[in-house]
């Protein structure tokens, strides 16, 4: 797998661009047909309101999404520093570096919209190089996968941080000289035993991970949520939004709440750019 990317990550985007709408997405699409039951299902309970016609439409423009994501993440292996800056632009970066300074700690929510992988390039683009970035990540089954991951991702700055570790490191955390940033993706669906906070999201009783609304409370960390969006193919702009700088002050869920709502005004900006293969809703509220 590692010597697959280091060969596909020489050719042009153009040239990746050109393979994921010939080969990737009608083979992922058609042939293979992944996961085409979860997501045809997923947003047909998640957009009753459009028409069949129109949910086919998300269904496909979704799959040339999710092809152009497996190239652009395997682009992403070579492309400079200056090339990056220009496809991904943050668009008010001096209020997340200003609440990484107040709070010593910020954790930013965001979700599987647009290129979440590219997010990370966030740490080589701060002004304040004292801060540092640190990325909360599942540990994948595969072993080969699992190192593909970590080294795609060490390759935009950070540090990747085990899901299961996130507690020890903010401890750590705690003491450092530096103020930090934690990037994490929350709008997978929690365990059955995890499940304890559920809300409507896109028309579905749907339970949340909470883990972030507790840490930041317990470390009085500010808490903020990335807006990504897609103006064009390749090219991703994300703007931060705060969610609170008085974490303490929150009442309970309530960060996870906002967080749950700020995601869905996000998705239904570019309902094609989300994750639909994620098997969101499989489990249901008990009685």
């Not at 540092?132 to 699992?146: C, F, G, I, L, S």
């Not at 593909?148 to 570790?165: D, H, N, P, T, Y």
């Amino acid at each position: 797998m590692l010597l697959l990317i280091r060969i596909f990550s020489v050719f042009p985007l153009w040239l990746l661009y050109f393979l994921a709408d010939t080969l990737l997405y009608p083979l992922v699409r058609y042939v293979v047909r992944y996961r085409i039951k979860i997501v045809r299902k997923n947003i047909r309970l998640s957009f009753p309101e459009k028409s069949e016609k129109e949910q086919k439409a998300i269904v496909n423009a979704f799959y040339h999404h999710f092809a152009d994501i497996l190239v652009e993440i395997i682009y992403g292996y070579r492309v400079s520093d200056e090339e990056m800056r220009e496809r991904v632009v943050f668009e008010n970066m001096e209020l997340l570096e200003d609440l990484a300074r107040k709070k010593h700690g910020v954790i930013a929510y965001l979700g599987h919209m647009c290129n979440w992988e590219w997010i990370a390039d966030v740490g080589k683009q701060f002004s304040d190089k004292s801060i540092v970035e640190y990325n909360v990540y599942r540990k994948q089954k595969n072993e080969r996968a699992d190192r593909a991951m970590l080294l795609l991702r060490s390759k935009r700055g950070g540090e990747c941080v085990e899901k299961q570790q996130l507690l020890r490191k903010l401890v750590q955390l705690r003491h450092a000289d530096h103020p930090f940033v934690i990037g994490l993706i929350a709008d997978q669906k929690p365990s059955p035993r995890n499940a304890h906070t559920w809300t409507t999201f896109l028309n579905q009783d749907t339970a949340f991970l909470d883990g972030g609304d507790v840490l930041a409370r317990k470390f009085d960390l500010g808490v903020i949520y990335a807006n990504i969006t897609s103006p064009k193919r390749g090219y991703y702009r994300i703007h931060f939004e705060v969610i609170t700088d008085n974490p303490q002050a929150m009442p309970e869920d309530e960060i996870t709440l906002t967080y749950a709502r700020l995601i869905e005004q996000n998705i239904r900006q570019q309902p094609e750019r989300w994750l639909w293969t994620h098997n969101r809703w499989k489990h249901q509220r008990e009685k």
